[in-house]
């Protein structure tokens, strides 16, 4: 008789509904169009700053590499999430099959896991850059920096063929309610009628592992930075070194604490609201924020970006 019953609801879910970020306002309309101003901002910001790395023989080091990397993960990023987002708020449709609901969290943990490590690769990167210049041309080849970007990308999808097939399989015979604007995994786990302890505490121990690997790398990275620096006998090479390194460290502070909030603080601390407001943090406002970090605090960056434009006023008053 149980398990009728459980078939019975597995063939009834034709799919989940997304409660959203929408149903939080008394104001939905002028929500949904600041969030499309913000989406368009980080695309364009983004593309942007692709566009000048790629395009500009100055920005081909393997800082700007691991730069654009970030860059197009960002774009992926907030794409998996706000294009559904607003279409359903605009059509009035909050539905989202368990197929779609399933990519959607394989491309969310598969990108969040992959900017995890590139972080840390950026930190190593930088290590490299200050504590070992001479050696650098050769520690950091372009060889090197495929290999580390491929590995990010490899262990991101790591975590997501493995957590997406094991939420995905659990029976959700509860309300079909997701009280979140996607499929994230915890918001998922929720609706399930079996008992999740152990999924949940091994899904834990995966987060502290893929943490911890990127936080000792990136914290002992920052360690013999910071002896270099303190021994640097030029004030102008401290400046431009706590340059780079301080634009690297807010982006990891931002993303990383987004992170331990969701998946390593218990769920006492947690609420749907709080959930949505911290998601909303790192998958919307901080793809936003990255190319702002790294372009308006550096020269380089914003010396292309004054060349490119310059081009194109001189090629607009040529075709005139």
């Not at 969290?105 to 210049?133: K, N, Q, W």
């Not at 959700?172 to 152990?198: Q, Y």
């Not at 592992?209 to 910071?226: N, R």
Request: with cysteine; hydrophobic share 50%; glycine share 4%.
């Amino acid at each position: 008789m149980e398990n009728s019953t459980w078939m019975t609801n597995r063939s009834d879910m034709s799919g989940f509904i997304l409660v959203g970020l929408f149903s939080q306002t008394e104001h939905p309309a002028l929500l949904c169009a600041v969030i499309f101003v913000i989406f368009l901002m980080a695309l364009s910001g983004n593309s942007i700053l692709i566009f000048l790395i790629h395009s500009s023989i100055h920005l081909h080091t393997p800082m700007y590499f691991f730069i654009s990397q970030l860059s197009l993960m960002d774009v992926m990023y907030i794409s998996v999430t706000v294009p559904k987002m607003l279409m359903d708020q605009v059509l009035v449709v909050n539905k989202i099959s368990a197929p779609e609901c399933g990519m959607q969290m394989f491309l969310y943990v598969t990108l969040a896991g992959s900017e995890f490590f590139l972080l840390a690769s950026m930190a190593y990167d930088r290590y490299v850059a200050i504590c070992h210049p001479l050696r650098y041309p050769v520690l950091m080849n372009h060889r090197v920096c495929l290999s580390l970007a491929s590995g990010c990308w490899f262990l991101g999808s790591v975590d997501g063929f493995l957590f997406t097939p094991i939420t995905m399989t659990f029976p959700f015979c509860r309300s079909r309610a997701i009280h979140h604007f996607f499929c994230e995994v915890p918001a998922v786990l929720k609706l399930s009628c079996s008992d999740t302890s152990l999924y949940e505490i091994f899904m834990y121990l995966c987060c502290v592992l893929m943490l911890l690997i990127p936080v000792t790398v990136i914290s002992g990275s920052y360690y013999f930075i910071l002896l270099t620096i303190h021994r640097m006998n030029s004030a102008e090479g401290r400046k431009k070194a706590f340059a780079t390194c301080s634009s690297h460290m807010a982006v990891v502070i931002l993303f990383y604490g987004a992170a331990v909030y969701t998946y390593m603080l218990p769920s006492s601390y947690h609420s749907p609201e709080k959930d949505m407001m911290v998601s909303v943090f790192y998958t919307i406002l901080t793809p936003v924020l990255n190319p702002l970090i790294y372009s308006l605090r550096n020269k380089d960056v914003t010396g292309a970006l004054k060349k490119m434009l310059n081009v194109g006023m001189v090629f607009q008053e040529t075709v005139k």
